[in-house]
């Protein structure tokens, strides 16, 4: 099988956490931000992840290919028991993590932006999303960061588990992107989930290179 994914993208984390979780062989492969041609030919549109399965059909959106792994593993994830913390916990604080990240993925060496076009096209792309500049944004870095620290420190339940639930692949990812932004401050036990569950299930995080 192959996963077609950015090495930033959250949703495609999702995917990549439960095939890697349930023992899973999968084929990573990265995309370029400014190819709209794989995807378009693959699924129809410009998505991610996308995964082309051993008979070469192809399916798209995260959490339906998580199930699909689920399915070939025969093995289902339990829900959690903070699920519906995870998924407010994000949606209250999406528009501070997107501020966050998105000004400073091109800055780092990733896959996806190995090329000058595919980084024009993201920074286009989001800067139309944010409504602002990037700079605007990174000017006001201080501001978000306080904001999401504050957001962390709500964190209060999270617990590293022995096994990943949805709800792990619910905040996870989240969790996982915002070690790109050098000067964040996590929680010790937010930071150990982070880690722990990015070694075990060999997903790389951003500290060393946090800009």
């Known amino acids: 099988m ?5 090495e930033h ?3 495609c984390i999702k995917s990549l956490l439960v095939a890697r979780a349930l023992g ?3 084929d990573v492969r990265f995309l370029l931000n400014d190819d709209e041609a794989t995807p378009n030919q693959l699924v129809g549109k410009k998505i991610v992840p996308i995964l082309v399965k051993d008979d070469d059909t192809a399916m798209a959106e995260s959490l339906d290919i998580a199930e699909y792994f689920c399915t070939l593993a ?4 339990s829900q959690g028991e903070h699920f519906n913390q995870a998924q407010q916990w994000v949606e209250k604080y999406l528009e501070t993590f997107l501020r966050l990240t998105f000004v400073r993925w091109p800055q780092l060496a990733l896959p996806e932006y190995a090329i000058d076009t595919a980084i024009s096209y993201f920074r286009e792309k989001k800067e139309q999303r944010l409504g602002e500049s990037f ?3 990174l000017a006001n870095s201080d501001a978000d960061i306080a904001t999401m620290e ?3 420190s709500e964190l209060t339940w999270l617990q590293t588990p022995e096994h990943i639930t949805w709800a792990d692949v619910a905040l996870f990812p989240f969790l996982r992107n915002l070690t790109v932004v050098k000067g964040l401050t996590f929680p010790e036990h937010v930071l150990n989930y982070v880690d722990t569950l990015a070694t075990e299930h060999r997903i790389k995080t951003f500290t060393r290179v946090a800009v």
């Open 2 to 6: 192959k996963l077609f994914i950015f």
């Open 9 to 11: 993208c959250p949703y």
């Open 24 to 26: 899973l062989e999968v």
């Open 74 to 77: 025969n093995k289902e994830l």
């Open 135 to 137: 700079d605007s944004v």
């Open 150 to 152: 504050h957001a962390l």
